[in-house]
């Protein structure tokens, strides 16, 4: 059974830059695909980045250039940055996790996950 508890939410101006972090425990993390959803309210969640076991990385396009997902298998962590936020960036953001391999456009696929955290919230102010 895997763990997922992320961390780094808050409250921050347009233009800024939070990291947002998910620690996992549990079965090896480095076998794991890990991605990052949202949801804002009265919307559904929806993908945002994921990192494959072997390190290829997978973004939604709006976010692309913008937020790097990256992941630390020996701290067991996965990180988001996310510079130039916008208002539209606000919802409540969840860490994924599944252990079947994924590549490219699969890694956005949300019922591919099994795995959840309880999400943490990032507001982004005009």
């Known amino acids: 059974q895997v763990q997922l508890v992320e961390s780094g939410g808050g409250l921050v101006q347009a233009g800024g830059s939070l990291r947002l972090s998910c620690a996992a425990s549990g079965p090896p993390f480095s076998s794991y695909a890990m991605g990052w959803f949202r949801q804002a309210p009265g919307k559904e969640r929806e993908f945002v980045a994921a990192i494959s076991w072997i390190g290829g990385t997978y973004y939604e396009d709006s976010v692309k250039g913008r937020f790097t997902i990256s992941r630390d298998n020996a701290k067991n962590t996965v990180r988001l940055q996310m510079n130039s936020l916008k208002p539209e960036d606000t919802a409540v953001y969840y860490c994924?996790?599944?252990?079947?391999?994924?590549?490219?456009?699969?890694?956005?696929?949300?019922?591919?996950?099994?795995?959840w955290g309880q999400g943490t919230q990032v507001t982004v102010s005009s």
């Open positions: 994924a996790a599944d252990q079947t391999p994924k590549y490219g456009s699969s890694m956005s696929r949300l019922r591919e996950y099994a795995y």
